[in-house]
C-alpha cells in the first residue's frame, strides 16, 4: 500500500471514529477484499492509533479539559452542559468505551498475533505499547474493566471485569515481554508510514514502553506503594532511559479538511458549526496571568483573555460576552505521551525514590518542553521555571516538590490534547488542590480546582470516573455494580483496592 494512501485511510478511520461510526477496516465486507482478520499488521497498526487518538484526542479531551478546569460552557450554548455539572448517566459518552475495546484494542490485539506469525517484532512493540496505552486510559476513567477473558472474538462474549491494579500488572508483563524480544529493527518505506508516532524509530518505542510503564507505576503511589517503588526502581535501572519527544500524532499528520482534521477541532468546532461551545475558564487563567506565564497567549490568543467561572453556564457577568475560546486549530497535534510529561514524571520518580537524576534538572526540562511544545523558546521556559512564582522547591518537602511538579505538569497537558491526564493526576496527587470556596470570593487560590457552580453531585464531591454503560448492564452479566462517578478509582486518594 503506497505511503499517502495508507496515511488517507487512517486520518479518515480517526475522524470517523470520533463521532462513533464504524471504523473503515470493518466497513469492507466486499468479497474481493480480505476480511479484517486476514489484515496485516501494517493496516491494522496504524487504524487502532487513529482509533485512540480520535476517542482520546476527541470527545475525551473535552471531559478532560472541562473536568481538569481548562475549558467550561460558553452562557449561550448547552452542548457539554452534562459534562460542566457533573451530571453524566449511563447513556453518556459511552461510544469510547464501545469504541476503544471494538476499535482500538482489537486491532492492537490482532496486530500482535498477526505480527507474532510473520516475526514482526518491531509491530509487536509497537502494537503493545499502544494496547497497554489504551487500557490504561480505560482503567484511569472506569477502575475495573475486562482484560483476562477479553478480545477474544465470539470465545468470550461475556467477559469478566479485572482490578484496575491486575490489568496494570498484565499490561507492564505484556510490555517487558515485547521488549524482552529482537524488536530493534527500524521500519523502513511503506512500513516507517504506518507509524505516525517516530515512522519505525524502534530505539524511541523502547523509550514509549519505558516512560508509559513509569506512569503506570506512579499512578499505583497511594494503593501499592511497594509496587511502585521496585517498578520505578527497575526502570530507572534498565539502561533504555525516557522520552524526551513528543508522542502522538503530529500535527503534520492532520490538514484543514473535513474528516482529516484533528479531532477535538472536528468534533467541538467543524461538526457543530460553531465556536460559541467552549470558552476558558477563570480557574485556569487565573493560575497563568498570577504566574505571568506566557503560555496563555499560544494557548488562548492575545490579550484580553476573558474567562467563565467554572459551570456558571447561566450566569450574566458582562465580562462573559467577551469569553475567550481556546485556541484550537484544524492541525492541533494528539499526543500520547508529551516530552514535558516523561520529564514530569521523572522529576517525581526522583523525588519519591530517589532514583539516579536530577529532578530540578527534569522539572526545568519538562517546562521548557511545554514552552518549546507551544511555540515559544525552550529557553525562555527555562528562564521562566526559574522565576519566583514556580520556581523548583529545591530545599522543601516532598509534598512540596510533588505539588510543584503536577502543577506545571497542568499547565503542559493543556496542549496537544492532553487534558485528560490532569484529571487523572489531581486524582492521585490532590494537585491542583480542590478549593473550598469559588473563584469569585476574596479568599480564592489562584489555581485551585472549584466546584463547578452547577454542579449536581451529592455533597458537592467532584468526578472521579466514569460509569458503565448501559450497554454493558444488558449484554454482560459481569458488569460490577454500579457506583456514582464521585467514587474514587483504586490509584485515586480514598481509592478501593
Keep these: 500500500m503506497k505511503k499517502n494512501n495508507l496515511k488517507t485511510i487512517a486520518i479518515l478511520a480517526l475522524t470517523f471514529i470520533a463521532f462513533g461510526c464504524k471504523k473503515i477496516t470493518n466497513i469492507n465486507t466486499s468479497p474481493n477484499n480480505p476480511p479484517l482478520s486476514a489484515a496485516t499488521p501494517q493496516v491494522l497498526f496504524p487504524s ?33 452542559r452534562n459534562i460542566d455539572s457533573y451530571n453524566l448517566t449511563q447513556n453518556d459518552l459511552n461510544a469510547n468505551w464501545n469504541e476503544l475495546f471494538q476499535g482500538a484494542l482489537e486491532d492492537y490485539q490482532l496486530s500482535i498475533t498477526q505480527a507474532k506469525a510473520k516475526g514482526l517484532n518491531n509491530y509487536v512493540l509497537m502494537s503493545t505499547c499502544m494496547k497497554a496505552y489504551t487500557y490504561g486510559v480505560l482503567v484511569d476513567l472506569y477502575d475495573q474493566v475486562p482484560y483476562t477473558q477479553a478480545l477474544q472474538g465470539a470465545t468470550v462474549t461475556q467477559p469478566v471485569f479485572d482490578k484496575g491494579h491486575d490489568v496494570y500488572l498484565g499490561l507492564i508483563k505484556e510490555i517487558d515481554a515485547a521488549l524482552a524480544a529482537n524488536y530493534n529493527v527500524n521500519l523502513a518505506g511503506a512500513d516507517a508510514a504506518t507509524d505516525f508516532l517516530f515512522n519505525g524509530d524502534m530505539t524511541k518505542w523502547a523509550q514509549f514502553a519505558n516512560t508509559l510503564e513509569l506512569k503506570l507505576y506512579l499512578r499505583m503511589v497511594n494503593a501499592y506503594p511497594a509496587d511502585a517503588q521496585a517498578g520505578v526502581t527497575k526502570l530507572f535501572a534498565n539502561g533504555l532511559g525516557f522520552l524526551n519527544v513528543d508522542a502522538g500524532i503530529p500535527s503534520s499528520t492532520f490538514s484543514n479538511t473535513p474528516n482529516k482534521d484533528n479531532p ?7 461538526s457543530l458549526n460553531t465556536t460559541t461551545n467552549i470558552k476558558a475558564s477563570t480557574t485556569f487563567l487565573l493560575y497563568l496571568t498570577t504566574t505571568e506565564d506566557p503560555r496563555i497567549t499560544p494557548l ?51 523525588v519519591r525514590y530517589g532514583v539516579a537524576g536530577n529532578a530540578a534538572a527534569e522539572y526545568v526540562a519538562g517546562v521548557s518542553a511545554s ?67 469559588y473563584t469569585t470570593n476574596a479568599n480564592y487560590v489562584p489555581g485551585e ?33 454500579l457506583v456514582p462517578l464521585t467514587t474514587p478509582v483504586w490509584w485515586g486518594i480514598g481509592g478501593s483496592k
Excluded at 55 to 74: A, K, V
Excluded at 376 to 383: E, P, Q, R, W, Y
Excluded at 465 to 474: H, K, Q
Design 300 to 350: 488562548f490568543g492575545p490579550s484580553p483573555v476573558v474567562g467563565i467561572n467554572q459551570g456558571d453556564y447561566n450566569g450574566s457577568d458582562a465580562t462573559y460576552a467577551k469569553a475567550t475560546n481556546p485556541a484550537q486549530s484544524p492541525t492541533d497535534p494528539v499526543w500520547f505521551i508529551s516530552a514535558a510529561e516523561s520529564h514530569f514524571l521523572q522529576a517525581e520518580a526522583i
Design 264 to 270: 477535538f477541532f472536528e468534533y467541538n468546532q467543524r
Design 371 to 437: 514552552f518549546a511544545a507551544n511555540g515559544l523558546s525552550a529557553s525562555d521556559g527555562a528562564t521562566f521555571a526559574a522565576t519566583s512564582a514556580v520556581a523548583f522547591p529545591a530545599a522543601g518537602t516532598t509534598d512540596a516538590k510533588i505539588g510543584a511538579i503536577i502543577m506545571q505538569k497542568w499547565v503542559a497537558n493543556a496542549q496537544g490534547c492532553h487534558a485528560l491526564e490532569s484529571f487523572f493526576d489531581q486524582q492521585r496527587t490532590g494537585y491542583p488542590k480542590n478549593s473550598a470556596v
Design 48 to 80: 487502532a492509533v487513529a482509533s485512540s487518538a480520535g476517542r482520546i484526542g476527541g470527545e475525551l479531551q473535552i471531559l478532560g479539559g472541562f473536568w481538569s478546569q481548562y475549558y467550561t460552557q460558553y452562557t449561550t450554548a448547552n452542548q457539554f
Design 449 to 481: 480546582w472549584v466546584y463547578s457552580l452547577n454542579g449536581v453531585t451529592v455533597g458537592k464531591a467532584f468526578p472521579k470516573r466514569l460509569i458503565f454503560p448501559e450497554s454493558e448492564y444488558t449484554t454482560n452479566k459481569n458488569t460490577p455494580t
